[in-house]
């Protein structure tokens, strides 16, 4: 066990790429703060984790990063990024590291510096139940311990003598289970009545490239169906200028709004969002909002996943419920015209909405736990073994 001083005041490192990780972190920051008041948390990380006290010697965009091409294309980058990262923790040695999410960076950093002593944890367990269950062996060479977001993870991992804890997952206790439809169209300047929709094209570039213009081409389409329909768009900052010129090209720029952030009020805001895969989806989901699914790529990224893929389902709602109780538009069936034939479907079937209300509702239930301090508490562990 550390001596006190070390335990009483750990040095944690933590690496989280691009916006969704940087969100799980913040909140896993929280759990650490308060066991921790004194802590020094430092690596790679973006404005949640810096809002938390972490000394970021990396911003977390730096690793975001879309399919296997832009995952080549960046290689050289993102490889001496780690290099020189894995010098300075070897040098420093702080009391653990914790990988959060972003397995093709965090892992080989994981199992190189578990071979030099310091403890490793990952927060987030790669979707071996998904895809890549290769992936289960790299994992067990890497961590002394896993962070667990779904509540079957640890018993799948138990069978590959992988400790883990599930921690729930951080979204479910910080989206309410009941959420105020009128109070964040209020909030957004959005009219009270009107059907609004809210366009998600994703959180990295090559994602916003190869999705908003068909969603922009889906919302000409959809308009004619429905002009009094409104359409809110959230992004980050730095995209706004590119979905800006993307909707001028589709001829939509009038009937956009596109906002700094504010993704979570969007999706409180909305009666249907159409959005790209990924973490997003299962915010929407706790938001309890109906939802079409979308996912483009480079094509020769598209085949290498689509070969790896082990269940039916792409997007994490379909995934968790085990069925597909949203539509899922992939690739080339990811037409403006079956885009806009799917979000309006949900307007015509109040029954079906009611109904999936009803399953994520049960899911918010499920996933909700204390993860900050279940998280906190399961570090210690680690630290102190």
């Avoid at 199992?111 to 987030?124: E, P, Q, S, W």
């Avoid at 689509?306 to 069936?333: C, H, M, Y």
């Amino acid at each position: 066990m550390k001596d006190k001083p070390q335990t009483a005041s750990p040095t944690i490192a933590l690496v989280a790429g691009e916006a969704s990780g940087d969100l799980l972190a913040g909140l896993l920051l929280d759990g650490i703060n308060q066991q921790w008041p004194q802590v020094q948390a430092m690596g790679i990380g973006g404005t949640q984790m810096n809002a938390r006290g972490f000394k970021a010697w990396w911003p977390s965009e730096k690793l975001a990063v879309f399919g296997y091409v832009d995952a080549l294309l960046h290689y050289r980058e993102i490889a001496g990024i780690r290099k020189q990262l894995k010098t300075r923790l070897i040098d420093q040695s702080p009391d653990v590291f914790i990988g959060v999410d972003a397995p093709d960076f965090n892992l080989d950093l994981e199992a190189d510096l578990r071979t030099r002593g310091i403890k490793t944890v990952h927060f987030v367990c790669p979707s071996i139940w998904a895809w890549r269950a290769k992936r289960v062996e790299k994992l067990k060479k890497s961590c002394d311990h896993v962070l667990c977001i779904y509540p079957f993870e640890p018993a799948l991992l138990a069978q590959h003598g992988i400790a883990a804890t599930f921690v729930g997952h951080p979204l479910a206790s910080v989206i309410p289970l009941q959420t105020d439809k009128i109070k964040a169209r209020q909030k957004l300047g959005l009219p009270i009545d009107n059907r609004i929709v809210a366009v998600l094209p994703g959180s990295r570039l090559a994602e916003i490239k190869h999705l908003a213009p068909r969603y922009f081409k889906a919302v000409a389409i959809m308009d004619v169906a429905y002009g009094a329909m409104k359409y809110i768009v959230p992004t980050l900052p730095q995209f706004i200028p590119l979905l800006q010129q993307i909707a001028k090209d589709c001829g939509v720029e009038h009937l956009v709004q596109i906002i700094s952030g504010q993704s979570h009020l969007a999706l409180e805001a909305c009666d249907v969002t159409l959005i790209t895969s990924g973490t997003a989806t299962l915010e929407a989901a706790l938001y309890k909002r109906p939802m079409v699914i979308a996912y483009a790529l480079n094509g020769l990224s598209y085949q290498i996943m689509k070969r790896k893929k082990l269940q039916p389902w792409v997007g994490l709602p379909n995934i968790l419920s085990q069925k597909f109780v949203v539509p899922e538009l992939l690739q080339d069936a990811a037409t403006p015209e079956a885009l806009a034939s799917a979000t309006l479907a949900w307007f015509d079937a109040p029954e079906k909405v009611a109904d999936l209300e009803r399953q994520f509702t049960a899911l918010h239930h499920q996933l909700s736990r204390n993860t900050s301090e279940l998280a906190a508490h399961a570090i210690a562990q680690v630290i102190q073994a």
